[in-house]
């Protein structure tokens, strides 16, 4: 692991990129830094001095998910864009991997399920150990072409069809089998309906939703 360095440039931005360089670092958010001496012109030159900083290289969970989904997608050959932001909502902790572009279908997979494993991937790649040091916890969610709201509106919808459903014929409804995160999707939607409410049956890799009357 490397150790605080102290660099000098003409500005800060040229310190902030020596750094960069020297610490092995493929960008500046891979290093934290502290600006010990502003730079100084002089007069005409003379008495000028440099911008000095000490920098260090951290560990980001997060820009090693970021680079392991930009490596991956590389050597697919796929013609797409790859950016991280942070995930909507009220969890602080999520960073967001956006894949746009016209070959970024073929990440989705079905029903997500390609999709789904990148995400696992890109987690395991955020939360590993680099030279002996864990960096800090960071959930990362991974979504191609707004797939994940393209899905959660069609299991909305779903689940207002077969609770209808459910309230008509008075008998129970099964889904298909769905991932955690789809069926925390149903369970929120049918709460949202008077009459009806839902269960998870089968095992964990098979789980099915059950919709059914709730008793009066």
């Known amino acids: 692991m490397n150790n605080e360095i102290i660099v000098t440039g003409k500005t800060?931005?040229?310190?902030?990129?020596?750094a960069v360089a020297e610490l092995g670092a493929k960008s500046a958010e891979e290093i934290e830094y502290t600006v010990v001496e502003e730079p100084k012109k002089g007069l005409f030159g003379i008495g000028a001095v440099p911008a000095k900083i000490s920098a260090k290289k951290v560990f980001k969970g997060e820009l090693f998910a970021l680079n392991f989904i930009e490596q991956l997608v590389k050597d697919m050959g796929l013609d797409v864009t790859v950016e991280m932001?942070?995930?909507?909502?009220?969890?602080?902790?999520?960073?967001?991997?956006?894949?746009?572009?016209?070959?970024?279908?073929?990440?989705?997979?079905h029903h997500g399920d390609t999709l789904d494993s990148l995400?696992?991937?890109?987690?395991?790649?955020?939360?590993?150990?680099v030279d002996g040091v864990k960096p800090p916890y960071v959930k990362i969610s991974v979504d191609a072409e707004n797939y994940r709201a393209r899905r959660e509106e069609t299991l909305r919808a779903l689940a207002r069809r077969m609770a209808d459903r459910v309230l008509k014929q008075k008998k129970s409804v099964m889904l298909e089998p769905m991932n955690p995160y789809e069926r925390r999707i149903i369970h929120s939607e049918i709460q949202n309906i008077a009459g009806v409410s839902t269960n998870s049956i089968g095992s964990e890799n098979n789980r099915k939703i059950v919709i059914f009357l709730e008793e009066k």
């Open 12 to 18: 800060v931005e040229d310190a902030v990129a020596a």
């Open 119 to 129: 995400q696992y991937l890109a987690n395991l790649a955020a939360n590993k150990k």
């Open 85 to 109: 932001k942070d995930a909507e909502g009220s969890d602080k902790d999520c960073k967001l991997i956006d894949i746009q572009g016209e070959g970024a279908g073929v990440l989705i997979g």
